[in-house]
């Protein structure tokens, strides 16, 4: 299933596995092969590609099965309608989930 949410994810982000591998400096037939449930990559490899596509590593992390999910269904829910909204830009996207992200943390700082 991880595999499958990885491609998923890829595709909504129109990126290629060949520059998702750029992206992540992971070389491309190891990507394909963790795509195909042929691998589990490390919390590394995990990590770069949440980086790659602009989602939180620990989204990843809930899908590989490494940590339970957070209790923050609002965060998960709000990031994948920013995703999911085909009237942004892949552009737009990124920086909207860059301002969402960091209004949250400040907010949770203060708390």
Not at 77 to 104: G, K, M, P
């Amino acid at each position: 299933m991880l595999g499958a949410f990885i491609r998923g994810q890829r595709q909504l982000a129109n990126l290629s596995l060949r520059q998702l591998s750029v992206l992540t400096q992971v070389s491309n037939p190891y990507l394909s092969q963790v795509e195909r449930g042929l691998h589990e990559p490390s919390v590394r490899v995990l990590k770069s590609i949440a980086d790659a596509l602009n989602m939180s590593a620990e989204t990843l992390f809930e899908q590989a099965g490494l940590v339970n999910a957070t209790g923050r269904p609002d965060d998960v829910a709000t990031e994948s309608a920013i995703r999911h909204d085909r009237r942004l830009t892949e552009a737009q996207r990124r920086a909207l989930l860059s301002v969402y992200r960091s209004y949250v943390e400040e907010t949770e700082a203060e708390s």
